[in-house]
């Protein structure tokens, strides 16, 4: 059975930093392209960062490109998201995700997998 359990999430202050991780296990890790998704109230789920299967690119939504760092560790078969200068329109739930296709996707549709997500908020 394949599960994606995020954590890490939780209440910060603007500028603040939160690191989120999505640990995998019931798949072969290494072999899937990992994206992170949010989605806020009353809002469409959104492409945050994604990661190819070796880390030798990443990709990055405009509105956090330069703040957000997205890495893995295939030998934890972990993916985590770093997050620095955080501001209010970063709350959300956060959502990790698993792909076989082996190129970065933008969109979440082309995810076989996901997790529960774990809610990031962020005071001003």
């Known amino acids: 059975q394949v599960q994606l359990v995020e954590s890490g999430g939780g209440l910060v202050q603007a500028g603040d930093s939160l690191r989120l991780s999505c640990a995998s296990s019931?798949?072969?890790?290494?072999?899937?392209?990992v994206g992170w998704f949010r989605q806020a109230p009353g809002k469409e789920r959104e492409f945050v960062a994604a990661?190819?299967?070796?880390?030798?690119?990443?990709d990055y939504a405009d509105s956090v490109k330069g703040r957000f760092t997205i890495s893995r560790d295939n030998a934890k078969s972990t993916v985590y998201l770093q997050m620095n200068g955080m501001i209010p329109e970063d709350t959300a739930v956060y959502y990790c995700?698993?792909?076989?296709?082996?190129?970065?996707?933008?969109?979440?549709?082309?995810?076989?997998?996901w997790g529960q997500g774990t809610q990031v908020t962020v005071s001003s």
């Open positions: 990661i190819t299967r070796s880390a030798g690119s990443t």
């Open positions: 019931g798949l072969t890790f290494s072999g899937y392209v």
């Open positions: 995700a698993a792909t076989i296709f082996p190129r970065i996707l933008r969109r979440s549709n082309g995810y076989e997998y």
